[in-house]
């Protein structure tokens, strides 16, 4: 029930933090913010996929929501992802990690294995997110540098709201 | 039974996965119902509370007043200027002075929500239904066109940006009169392509461009921008890169572009159809 509570909690900041930081920054069409795939990245480890998967949906929906995108766009990206999540976490985390139930966070994995889950995990979500976006592979190759760029970005500031709200309430 | 057989909660798992996934792509292709959801109902007020709040931050104080009062101004200018140019097309008759009527009248709005930074930008409007706005009016500012009208509802209208990768606006080059649809790549929210200019046209660097006028959304030469870059496409066409005059990081005031012979327009095409 307690870890329940945390779900909502991170799920609701993280809502607002994305809200306010796509308001707010704007540095052109080359660079979409998205910090969200932060909480489905963070719901704790043994949580069944199906559960992942309504989870990633209602945050992609509020997403697209309340920041006046195209309704489905986040949402399907965001599926995908809580569809691999524990595959790649799996492939990034140690043994034991996988027994207790935990939330894969930065205290938990450390830096550089956390860099790295945010970074593959992102990889996808924006993969998938600029093939919704342009509906298909024809505007793919012209969106690369655009995907680079996000994909830089948005794990830098996942590395930074990770650290500065949720690191030290869990260690 | 249900969730012992591993097989089977894998098949339930990409069963719910493939249904939420056509549902969101579903969403996707049928936006404009939401369109209407977004701007009717309790939210707006939430949101047009929200966003003021951050975008007035960057302005200040006293000049919005002023902006206010240059705005009526300007539209009553613009409203007078289109009813004298219908005037001089009518020539002197007495008949033709009483009988005409403006071609575009404009409504002032101001923008709630604005963005730039996507690939399918929208904008939101404090006008809507109440104040005469309906589906597919254009809508411009004094530097340039910023998009169409995609749904109303009373008191809100939901704009489809100019930065928009599926939205094109018929343009035309000054002196040399070529036209072309100007397009918006999703590049920078400064630039947009003038396409399949004919590659015999002389145009040079620094030329302004317009609107065409050969829609019925936006009046002729409203100003857009001007010529930067220019690039052959397989050897017959021209394509322009074209610096917007408009910044859509600090619009605020827009008009909306209200035609007053669309009605006639549309049923004088309809009749020819009819004909044909």
């Known amino acids: ?171 | 039974m249900w969730g012992r057989s591993p097989i089977l909660r894998g098949l339930a798992t990409i069963i719910l996965f493939l249904t939420l996934e056509v549902v969101s792509i579903l969403f996707i292709a049928n936006d404009s119902v939401f369109q209407r959801v977004k701007i009717s109902g309790a939210l707006m007020y939430f949101k047009s509370g929200i966003s003021s709040a951050t975008s007035d931050v960057r302005y200040y104080f006293g000049l919005r007043e002023k902006n206010e009062v240059l705005i009526n101004e300007n539209q009553r200018l613009r409203e007078q200027l289109s009813l004298y140019k219908a005037k001089a097309e009518m020539g002197d008759t007495l008949e033709g002075f009483l009988s005409v009527t403006p071609d575009f009248t404009y409504i002032p709005a101001k923008i709630i929500s604005n963005s730039t930074n996507k690939l399918n930008n929208y904008i939101i409007i404090n006008r809507g239904r109440k104040h005469g706005i309906q589906k597919d009016m254009g809508v411009i500012s004094p530097e340039g066109v910023v998009g169409v009208v995609s749904s109303v509802s009373d008191n809100y209208s939901y704009i489809i940006s100019f930065l928009n990768i599926n939205q094109s606006v018929s343009a035309r080059i000054e002196p040399s009169g070529a036209f072309g649809p100007l397009v918006w790549e999703g590049r920078s929210s400064d630039y947009a392509t003038l396409t399949e200019v004919p590659y015999h046209i002389r145009v040079s660097i620094g030329d302004t461009v317009f609107t065409s006028g050969f829609s019925t959304l936006y009046p002729p030469d409203v100003p857009l921008g001007t010529i930067r870059r220019s690039s052959v496409i397989m050897g017959s066409y021209h394509n322009f890169q074209v610096k917007l005059f408009q910044n859509f990081n600090s619009l605020r005031y827009v008009s909306v572009v209200v035609n007053n012979k669309q009605n006639e327009l549309n049923q004088f095409l309809k009749e020819n159809e009819a004909k044909r």
């Open chain 1, 1 to 171: 029930m307690k870890l329940r509570g945390n779900i909502l909690i991170s799920f609701v900041t993280l809502l607002l933090v994305q809200i306010m930081l796509s308001g707010l920054v704007d540095f052109g069409p080359l660079l979409f913010i998205a910090v969200y795939p932060l909480f489905i990245f963070t719901l704790p480890i043994n949580t069944p996929v199906n559960r992942l998967l309504l989870w990633a949906f209602a945050m992609g929906l509020a997403v697209d929501y309340f920041t006046n995108s195209i309704m489905g766009l986040n949402s399907s990206a965001s599926l995908v992802m809580a569809l691999l999540q524990p595959q790649i976490f799996k492939a990034v985390s140690r043994k034991g990690d996988l027994e207790n139930q935990i939330r894969p966070g930065l205290a938990q994995l450390g830096y550089a294995k956390f860099a790295l889950y945010a970074l593959i995990l992102l990889t996808i979500h924006h993969i998938f997110f600029s093939m919704a976006e342009s509906l298909g592979f024809t505007h793919f190759i012209y969106n690369l540098p655009r995907l680079f760029v996000s994909i830089a970005v948005n794990t830098l500031l996942i590395m930074l709201v990770e650290y500065s709200l949720f690191y030290k309430l869990m260690r």
